[in-house]
């Protein structure tokens, strides 16, 4: 499909889904597809977007955070990253490839290759966000991976993230986040069902009530449920 077909269809998906200002999202969209590349980027809030309305959650498109949205009752804002695939990918199905029958085959990270290990990768995402999170609110980071070599590394991610966070004072962005949620797409880039992992962080500034807390932690891979 060429970049405006691609718009049209995950434009047409969110506002079927119910997502609300699609049309300035829209708009972002078409100012931004100078590429293919760039606008698979831009995809990702859609992708977060559709994701959470499968949930059952109400969303808004916005800008500074990406996402607005209410789940079981309860409001909070997502920022959202996208994380390309990467050549550790690559490596990782060749050896796989390559390996013998019924051997195990150790799968490396991006340590090797690009000097930095993922979930180091997930925490220096969440610093440089840091004037996305809105004061006196509930925020979490949502990266949106065609990476496997992020599987299951969002509570890493998450942990190197309040390491980090923890040195600075109390007044810092960095406090305001809540947690870090991991997606991909099982049957293709944002197409769905959503294989999602959700870590919360240490000793943010605002505390996620339990109700929300237990709603995106029971997010799981192929899981909607109605809006509640």
Same mark, same amino acid.
Not at 157 to 185: C, V, W
């Given at each position: 499909?060429?970049?405006?077909?691609?718009?049209?269809?995950?434009?047409?998906? &969110?506002? $079927?889904?119910?997502?609300? +200002?699609?049309? @300035?999202? =829209?708009?972002? /969209?078409?100012?931004?597809?100078?590429?293919?590349?760039?606008?698979?980027?831009?995809?990702?809030?859609?992708?977060?977007?559709?994701?959470?309305?499968?949930?059952?959650?109400?969303?808004?498109?916005?800008?500074?955070?990406?996402?607005?949205?209410?789940?079981?009752?309860?409001?909070?804002?997502?920022?959202?990253?996208?994380?390309?695939?990467?050549?550790?990918?690559? &490596?990782? $199905?060749?050896?796989?490839? +390559?390996?013998? @029958?019924? =051997?195990?085959? /150790?799968?490396?990270?991006?340590?090797?290759?690009?000097?930095?290990?993922?979930?180091?990768?997930?925490?220096?995402?969440?610093?440089?966000?840091?004037?996305?999170?809105?004061?006196?609110?509930?925020?979490?980071?949502?990266?949106?991976?065609?990476?496997?070599?992020?599987?299951?590394?969002?509570?890493?991610?998450?942990?190197?993230?309040?390491?980090?966070?923890?040195?600075?004072?109390?007044?810092?962005?960095?406090?305001?986040?809540?947690?870090?949620?991991?997606?991909?797409?099982?049957?293709?880039?944002?197409?769905?069902?959503?294989?999602?992992?959700?870590?919360?962080?240490?000793?943010?500034?605002?505390?996620?009530?339990?109700?929300?807390?237990?709603?995106?932690?029971?997010?799981?891979?192929?899981?909607?449920?109605?809006?509640?």
């Amino acid at each position: 499909m060429n970049p405006d077909q691609i718009i049209a269809y995950y434009v047409s998906r &969110l506002r $079927d889904g119910g997502a609300h +200002n699609v049309d @300035e999202y =829209e708009s972002r /969209l078409r100012s931004n597809a100078v590429s293919l590349a760039n606008l698979n980027n831009f995809l990702s809030e859609a992708a977060a977007a559709l994701m959470l309305l499968d949930y059952g959650a109400d969303v808004t498109m916005q800008d500074r955070p990406d996402l607005a949205a209410v789940l079981r009752g309860e409001r909070f804002y997502a920022e959202v990253k996208h994380f390309n695939r990467k050549a550790q990918d690559d &490596l990782n $199905d060749e050896a796989v490839r +390559n390996a013998p @029958e019924f =051997e195990f085959v /150790l799968l490396e990270d991006t340590t090797r290759t690009e000097g930095k290990s993922t979930y180091r990768q997930i925490a220096d995402v969440a610093i440089r966000k840091a004037d996305q999170y809105r004061e006196g609110e509930i925020n979490i980071l949502v990266i949106d991976s065609d990476s496997e070599t992020l599987h299951l590394m969002a509570r890493s991610g998450a942990q190197e993230f309040s390491d980090d966070k923890q040195r600075e004072p109390r007044d810092s962005p960095l406090h305001r986040l809540n947690g870090i949620m991991l997606m991909t797409s099982l049957i293709g880039v944002h197409g769905g069902p959503w294989n999602v992992d959700f870590a919360i962080t240490r000793s943010p500034a605002r505390r996620m009530s339990f109700r929300l807390l237990r709603a995106l932690a029971e997010i799981r891979m192929g899981t909607t449920k109605g809006k509640l």
